[in-house]
């Protein structure tokens, strides 16, 4: 019988010894970086996040605190120095205190504090709409389970006006942290990865965002250095496989990642392990563009995530809805704004020859022809001088910012809107809806190409996303990708934050002409 030994020999255990040790060596050398040589600029970083959320951290004290203390107030009289001391009176003190700590400390739990989320907008909105319902459904519960009769109008008061303070102490943090941004302040290093194109088109959009705090300083690219620099104005500091090591060297506070050859799942779990060391944030730059995150379904699949794009909703319930919100909110704001426009149409009739309203043909939803409404601001037969003006050019979106066709009161009503306000008759019949792309003329439309054929996909609008975003100051492209965005990815919310942007151009016109 032959016997064979399985045992390992003293050569192979050495190997397999030397091998670990390397890789022990390697891996503490590697986490040890940032311990050993930190980075003056994430020192400075780190000095700015916590500035924004020692920030809101007091605007939410200040707002949780005054809700309660007017919910507490309206429900026990004011006398305090009375009610304080009576049964009832003094149990709801102390509620008050442990609820206004509760629901700061909820805040905080649901991650609404954080300095990824602060300044985004609806993430950050959506945060605190939940901390707030999660606990008051967890207080309803135990007070349901403890047979505890918390009295429904201190809760009435305590709830909407708490969670309405705190939303607009976001909102002027928000508003204060956009403007250091755009100053320059409070940015996140950035370094972007990825295909050249994939990259130069996410290098113009963080350029156009400033508020969201991403500020790149190198890019690299399939090919690294030999590849000619600058890329949109930022140099080219190396290849895909060199960004760990760049962003410890340049002190980079994220990476963001696009599209390239060999961005594998194994790829970009390599540069999440050796990102790790450096501090620095890895963010995968999705190739969807101007997709909604409403739309968005991220399912995961044995460890890899896909995102689930729902197809636009360009009919049903919520376009219903919609119409009911046009038809009352414009009769309402008809009414308010009838006797002032009666007096501009008299005026227009004084200050020149013609009527007062000028009517005309525009393309609606879905290629449907309508009338449209305004105040003349123009002379009577400028509609025969158009192409004197444009000198023979007219685009897909023309409007000269020195037309002499336009009057002198006709400028006026131009800048601050007034000459627009007719269209609620247009909104009211059903041609057009409150919010949504500009309607154009037939010369205009017919030189739409597959992609701005979709405008009309959605009813034109008395203001649009394009008109709160800086209106004729943007180019072709810009305002065309604005329009685009607002028909696939509509909302009623996003409609009132429209709205409510129109009206402050109105009273501070930027682009109008």
Aim: glycine letters at 8%.
């Amino acid at each position: 019988m032959v016997t064979v030994d399985n045992r390992p020999n003293a050569a192979d255990v050495d190997r397999v010894a030397a091998e670990l040790e390397e890789r022990l060596a390697l891996e503490s050398a590697r986490r040890s970086v940032p311990m050993t040589a930190p980075s003056p600029f994430r020192g400075q970083a780190t000095g700015w996040q916590k500035v924004v959320a020692h920030r809101a951290l007091i605007m939410d004290i200040a707002a949780v605190t005054a809700g309660v203390a007017l919910g507490y107030v309206l429900r026990f009289d004011r006398q305090v120095q009375v009610e304080l001391f009576e049964p009832r009176g003094g149990q709801y003190a102390l509620i008050s205190i442990a609820l206004a700590e509760a629901w700061v400390l909820a805040l905080g739990v649901v991650g609404s504090r954080s300095p990824r989320v602060l300044g985004s907008g609806r993430e950050e909105i959506l945060r605190v709409v939940r901390a707030t319902a999660g606990l008051f459904g967890l207080i309803a519960i135990v007070c349901y389970l403890i047979k505890f009769d918390l009295a429904r109008s201190y809760v009435a008061v305590t709830l909407p006006v708490g969670i309405a303070l705190v939303l607009a102490g976001r909102w002027l943090l928000e508003r204060r942290l956009h403007a250091e941004r755009a100053r320059g302040g409070f940015q996140r290093r950035t370094l972007v990865v990825g295909a050249r194109d994939a990259v130069v088109d996410l290098c113009r959009r963080v350029d156009r965002t400033h508020e969201a705090g991403f500020h790149v300083i190198g890019v690299c690219l399939p090919g690294g250095t030999a590849i000619p620099s600058p890329v949109e104005g930022v140099p080219v500091l190396g290849s895909p496989e060199d960004a760990a090591e760049i962003a410890r060297t340049q002190r980079v506070d994220a990476v963001a990642v696009t599209a390239f050859d060999g961005a594998t799942p194994r790829a970009f779990k390599r540069l999440a392990w050796d990102l790790e060391p450096t501090g620095a944030e890895l963010v995968v730059v999705s190739a969807l563009a101007d997709v909604a995150s409403p739309r968005l379904v991220v399912t995961p699949v044995d460890g890899v995530a896909m995102v689930q794009v729902s197809p636009p909703g360009y009919t049903g319930l919520q376009h219903a809805v919609k119409r009911v919100f046009d038809v009352v909110v414009a009769t309402l704001i008809l009414v308010v704004v009838a006797v002032p426009l009666l007096m501009f149409g008299a005026l227009v009739r004084m200050t020149s020859p013609g009527p007062a309203l000028f009517a005309q043909r525009r393309i609606g939803q879905n290629g449907k022809p309508f009338t449209l409404y305004k105040l003349r601001s123009m002379r009577q037969d400028a509609e025969d001088g158009l192409l004197e003006v444009l000198d023979g050019d007219a685009g897909v979106f023309y409007k000269p910012k020195s037309d002499p066709r336009v009057t002198r009161l006709g400028r006026f009503l131009r800048k601050y809107s007034i000459d627009e306000f007719p269209q609620l008759l247009n909104v009211i019949k059903g041609d057009m809806s409150l919010v949504g792309p500009r309607p154009q003329v037939e010369l205009e439309v017919a030189q739409y190409d597959d992609a701005l054929r979709r405008r009309l996909f959605a009813k034109p609008g008395l203001t649009g996303l394009w008109q709160v975003s800086g209106r004729n100051d943007l180019s072709l492209d810009q305002g065309a990708r604005l329009d685009l965005y607002y028909v696939e990815n509509w909302s009623l919310l996003g409609d009132v934050g429209i709205m409510l942007r129109t009206a402050r151009e109105v009273f501070a016109p930027s682009g109008a002409y």
